[in-house]
Structure formats: structure tokens, C-alpha cells
């Protein structure tokens, strides 16, 4: 297996526009991510870019950045824009999908996905979760849950459905964040696919790979990425790198 990780990132973000550059105690968010990611010794990185700005601010960090056609649909099709442009022989046959918006990704939560398609070869797309912190956040129709049938070892299993309804039961609630693993012809596949029926009632893309018949296996993380979607998140994540400097 030779992955390879590609974080998607475009500054039209509507809640915090210019979200890509945004300074967090002297890096930019995206070079934050970055220098996670690399960390994580998961397999080389790169940003799949919707925006020359962006580019010019990884590369002059040192990174690698390919600039994407700023009106693909969504991140899963700039990534593969990007994966044909930085390896059009196919060497790499598994691929990263990171946010761009998670500032202090753990290196666990890069290396779930990727360890989950080279352990069950049933898997044609991986992803994390994470057990719900709150009740409340159960019934946040922001917050996605994944239904995962799980193994015995009680840490992998496969992902039934994924809903923003609210789920009942005593049980624990697996709140799902979006990094992705793909196998290469998963990924392929995916972005040929229009949106399907439950993804665009759900509004959430996972649901098209489901359709599809594809398998989507989860593993669990003990912590959920600290996300920066307004500019309370930003600040939070400024305060953050500050307790961490």
C-alpha cells in the first residue's frame, strides 16, 4: 500500500471567508494542517488548491500544492483533480482525503483511515469517529452520525448509515468527522457518480459511496479534531496554539 495525502482547501468558504489563510499565531491554517500531516508520517502531502493564494502560502512554507479549477463541486473532486496531476502513472493507490480546517489534527486520526484499508480488505472507503462528549450534540443536525456495525475488537466496523437525525438508544452516539481514506478506484468511481438520493436529502456525501455499494469501514479515536468553521472557531484556535506554544 503507498498512500499519499491530499487536503482540499479554497478560500470561498461562506462562514469565514479567506478560511485557508487565516493566521493562527504566525502560520496560516492550511500550513498548520500541513506540518500535522506530514507529522503523521502517513505518506507524502499535499494541498489540492481552488486558489493561486493558497498555493503561493504552502509553497512558501515549503509544501507542495497543486492549483485545482476553483469550480469543482466539492473537496472529493479536487483531491482526485490534484492525485492526477501530482501521480498520473498510479503509484499511489491510496488516498488521504484531509480537511483543510482541522489546525491541530492528531497523527491518529491522519493514520486511522489509511491503517483501516491496509488491515480489512473489504474496505473501499475508510473514515473516524468519535463517542459523543454531550447529549445534545445527538440531536445537532450539524453534527453527522455514523451507524457502524462494530467488530469484535469494538475499535473498527463497518459503517451502516450516516444521518444528521437525531439517534435514540442508550447506547453511544458515534459522531463521524470527515477525513476520509480512498482506495484509488474507490475514489475514481465516487467522483464519476452524480449526487445520489440520500446524499442530497441527508447533504451528506458519504451517503453517494453507500449507494453505490461501496463499503465504508470506521475506526474509533479517542478525540475529535478541533474544526474551524466561523470565526468563534477561529478564535478558539488561536487561544489553542497559544496554551500549546
Excluded at 21 to 37: F, K, T
Excluded at 123 to 145: F, G, M, Q, Y
Excluded at 185 to 210: D, G, H, N, T, V
Amino acid at each position: 500500500m503507498n498512500p499519499i495525502v491530499l487536503i482540499p482547501a479554497r478560500m470561498a468558504a461562506t462562514r469565514l471567508p479567506g478560511k485557508p489563510l487565516a493566521d493562527i499565531e504566525g502560520l496560516p491554517m492550511i500550513v498548520r494542517v500541513l506540518r500535522r500531516a506530514e507529522a503523521a508520517g502517513v505518506g507524502p502531502v499535499a494541498v489540492a488548491a481552488g486558489d493561486s493564494e493558497i498555493v503561493r502560502a504552502v509553497e512558501a512554507a515549503g509544501g507542495t500544492a497543486v492549483l485545482t479549477d476553483p469550480d469543482l463541486p466539492s473537496g472529493s473532486d479536487r483531491i482526485l483533480a490534484a492525485l492526477r496531476t501530482l501521480d498520473p502513472a498510479g503509484r499511489h493507490d491510496v488516498v488521504i482525503n484531509l480537511q483543510g480546517d482541522i489546525p491541530f489534527v492528531a497523527r491518529e486520526a491522519v493514520a486511522a483511515p489509511a491503517e483501516l484499508l491496509f488491515s480489512e480488505p473489504r474496505c473501499d472507503v475508510s473514515t473516524i469517529v468519535v463517542a459523543e462528549a454531550d447529549p445534545a450534540e445527538r440531536t445537532n443536525p450539524d453534527i453527522p452520525k455514523a451507524v457502524v456495525a462494530w467488530d469484535p475488537d469494538g475499535r473498527t466496523g463497518k459503517a451502516l448509515y450516516f444521518t444528521r437525525s437525531v439517534l435514540y438508544g442508550d447506547a453511544p452516539v458515534w459522531l463521524h468527522h470527515g477525513i476520509y481514506g480512498y482506495r484509488r478506484e474507490a475514489l475514481e468511481r465516487f467522483c464519476a457518480a452524480p449526487p445520489s438520493p440520500l446524499e442530497m436529502r441527508e447533504r451528506l456525501e458519504q451517503l453517494r459511496a453507500l449507494e453505490l455499494g461501496m463499503n465504508i469501514w470506521a475506526a474509533k479515536v479517542d478525540e475529535a479534531p478541533i474544526s474551524v468553521d466561523n470565526p468563534s472557531d477561529l478564535e478558539r484556535a488561536r487561544a489553542h496554539a497559544r496554551e500549546l506554544a
